[in-house]
């Protein structure tokens, strides 16, 4: 059956696997890990993740290297950061061990859909927490699922390594100053959803959206963070209604690696002048250069890309994160475990 798959052409999609872990808290504890090769779940009507957004999901990638072996990046981070979602919407906290063996396990026995090197995708691994227990009245469930699954994938925006135009729309945002924007959790997608459609309705990959307080900073954009290149410095936003990307958490390791200042800090709007360049990044967006920012309530366009290609900094970034992904580069810091 993988000889079916085009992997060159996949896009960021779902496609069914062989199987996924499941681990069920009741009782006060979580179960043990059980394997499914359901793509169904059952669960009470009156689940608490359907009503009132107790849901939590995370986004990493294996690889393939050109060695053969099979290269899972920074899942510890993702375990924690999933752990912070979870006290962010009072779910019970799946423990960072579990996680790690069931997106172990989850990996390789679907080692058949890893993409091979060079194909330009890698194996999306997608864990969710739910609250699962029926409840009627607006508190957290004492019942939880976790799950993971896994689904080959291509580049996440169209135009994978090529700079897209993204845009500014003060009339929405995905998340409010003192809310949930810090959390991996499904309301913020939700929320962000009739502004993404907006901006592909007319020709943006994404929407920047600038800090719900006052509209003065750069937040992040629907699926990934910003950061902009000025002056041999990397800049990204310090912002509590942001997610703290992984992807960008790395990338000021391998800016600061390579001689550049690295600057996390409220960003203003303003600033976007004086850019050289500008990018989104995260797991399924990884770079994403931006070609230009169009500022649609004042009219103004900023323009960081006009021959269609990256920018040199942007370039070298991902280049070195992509070649630690994949083994191709040394990896200094421990971030990728192997599958074997
Ligand atoms: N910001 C948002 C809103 C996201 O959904 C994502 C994706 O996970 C990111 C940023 C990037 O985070 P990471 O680099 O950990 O994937
Ligand atoms: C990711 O980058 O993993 C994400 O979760 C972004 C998006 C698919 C929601």
């Given at each position: 059956?993988?000889n079916?798959?085009?992997?060159?052409e996949?896009s960021?999609?779902?496609?069914?696997?062989?199987?996924?872990?499941?681990?069920?808290?009741?009782?006060?504890?979580?179960?043990?890990?059980?394997v499914?090769?359901?793509?169904?779940?059952?669960?009470?009507?009156?689940a608490?993740?359907?009503?009132?957004?107790?849901?939590?999901f995370?986004?990493?990638?294996?690889?393939?290297?050109?060695?053969?072996?099979?290269?899972?990046?920074?899942?510890?981070?993702?375990?924690?950061?999933?752990?912070?979602?979870?006290?962010?919407?009072?779910?019970?906290?799946?423990?960072?061990?579990?996680?790690?063996?069931?997106?172990?396990?989850?990996?390789?026995?679907?080692?058949?859909?890893?993409?091979?090197?060079?194909s330009?995708a890698?194996?999306?691994?997608?864990?969710?927490l739910?609250?699962?227990?029926?409840?009627?009245?607006v508190?957290?469930?004492?019942?939880?699922?976790?799950?993971?699954?896994v689904?080959?994938?291509?580049?996440?925006?169209?135009?994978?390594?090529k700079?897209?135009?993204v845009?500014?729309?003060?009339?929405?945002?995905?998340?409010?100053?003192q809310g949930?924007g810090?959390?991996?959790?499904?309301?913020?997608?939700a929320?962000?959803?009739?502004?993404?459609?907006?901006?592909?309705?007319?020709?943006?990959?994404?929407?920047?959206?600038?800090?719900?307080?006052?509209?003065?900073?750069?937040?992040?954009c629907?699926?990934?963070?910003?950061?902009?290149?000025?002056?041999?410095?990397?800049?990204t936003?310090?912002?509590?209604?942001?997610?703290?990307?992984?992807?960008?958490?790395s990338?000021?390791?391998?800016?600061?690696?390579?001689?550049?200042?690295?600057?996390?800090?409220?960003?203003?709007?303003?600033?976007?002048?004086?850019?050289?360049?500008t990018?989104?990044?995260?797991?399924?967006?990884?770079?994403?250069?931006?070609?230009?920012i169009?500022?649609l309530?004042?009219?103004r366009s900023?323009v960081?890309?006009?021959?269609?290609?990256?920018?040199?900094?942007?370039?070298?970034?991902?280049?070195?994160?992509?070649?630690?992904?994949?083994?191709?580069?040394?990896?200094?810091?421990?971030w990728?475990?192997?599958?074997?």
């Amino acid at each position: 059956m993988e000889n079916a798959i085009n992997w060159s052409e996949l896009s960021f999609g779902y496609m069914k696997t062989d199987y996924n872990v499941r681990c069920w808290y009741r009782d006060g504890q979580w179960g043990e890990l059980e394997v499914s090769s359901s793509e169904v779940i059952n669960i009470h009507m009156s689940a608490t993740c359907l009503h009132y957004g107790q849901e939590s999901f995370e986004g990493l990638k294996a690889f393939r290297g050109k060695d053969g072996k099979i290269r899972v990046f920074r899942m510890d981070e993702n375990a924690k950061r999933m752990q912070s979602s979870a006290r962010g919407i009072m779910m019970a906290e799946f423990p960072v061990e579990k996680f790690e063996e069931a997106v172990y396990k989850a990996v390789k026995l679907n080692e058949r859909f890893i993409p091979p090197y060079g194909s330009g995708a890698s194996l999306y691994i997608r864990p969710l927490l739910i609250g699962t227990g029926a409840l009627i009245g607006v508190k957290p469930s004492d019942e939880y699922m976790f799950l993971v699954f896994v689904t080959p994938v291509g580049p996440y925006f169209k135009t994978g390594f090529k700079p897209a135009p993204v845009c500014i729309m003060r009339s929405f945002d995905r998340a409010a100053p003192q809310g949930t924007g810090c959390y991996k959790v499904g309301g913020n997608y939700a929320a962000s959803l009739l502004a993404g459609h907006k901006a592909h309705e007319k020709g943006y990959v994404a929407v920047l959206y600038l800090d719900p307080k006052e509209k003065l900073y750069l937040d992040e954009c629907g699926p990934a963070n910003f950061f902009a290149i000025r002056e041999n410095t990397y800049i990204t936003p310090a912002s509590n209604s942001i997610l703290p990307s992984i992807t960008n958490k790395s990338l000021t390791q391998l800016a600061a690696d390579m001689g550049l200042k690295v600057e996390r800090r409220p960003i203003s709007v303003s600033e976007l002048s004086t850019f050289e360049e500008t990018a989104e990044c995260g797991t399924a967006a990884v770079i994403t250069p931006i070609s230009q920012i169009d500022d649609l309530d004042e009219n103004r366009s900023y323009v960081y890309s006009k021959d269609g290609k990256p920018g040199p900094t942007c370039e070298k970034l991902y280049n070195k994160l992509f070649a630690i992904q994949t083994g191709d580069a040394p990896d200094p810091y421990g971030w990728v475990r192997i599958i074997e």
